[in-house]
């Protein structure tokens, strides 16, 4: 059975650093593209970050380039999401997700949606306080 866990959400104070986890287990992702999801308190789930199989290729949301960096530990099979200078906004529930196909490249704008992504986790809570 596929799993992904995340962890290493909390509470943290404005302009604070955190480092989300995905443990993945079950199956391998080294070759499949994975991102991060995260939904707020009344909002709809929104894209945060994702990476292409290969890692030659990265996306980020707007509303945390240069904050956030993805990245993946092969021989852990963990996806990594490095959160630095957080906001207040940032507070919502952070998703990993993964593609289910290998090797498979995909258009830039659908990394940027649920669609391409098989495998959810259960989410971990990350509160901003101001």
């Known amino acids: 059975q596929v799993q992904l866990v995340e962890s290493g959400g909390g509470l943290v104070q404005a302009g604070g650093s955190l480092r989300l986890s995905c443990a993945a287990s079950?199956?391998?992702?080294?070759?499949?593209?994975m991102g991060w999801f995260r939904q707020a308190p009344g909002k709809e789930r929104e894209f945060v970050a994702a990476?292409?199989?290969?890692?030659?290729?990265?996306y980020y949301a707007d509303s945390v380039k240069g904050r956030f960096t993805i990245s993946r530990d092969t021989a852990k099979n963990t996806l990594n999401l490095e959160m630095n200078s957080l906001k207040p906004e940032d507070t919502a529930v952070y998703y990993c997700?993964?593609?289910?196909?290998?090797?498979?490249?995909?258009?830039?704008?659908?990394?940027?949606?649920?669609?391409?992504?098989?495998?959810w986790g259960q989410g971990t809570l990350v509160t901003v306080s101001s």
């Open positions: 990476r292409s199989w290969s890692g030659t290729r990265t």
């Open positions: 997700a993964a593609d289910s196909k290998l090797t498979t490249f995909y258009r830039s704008s659908y990394y940027y949606t649920p669609d391409i992504y098989d495998y």
């Open positions: 079950g199956r391998t992702f080294s070759n499949s593209a």
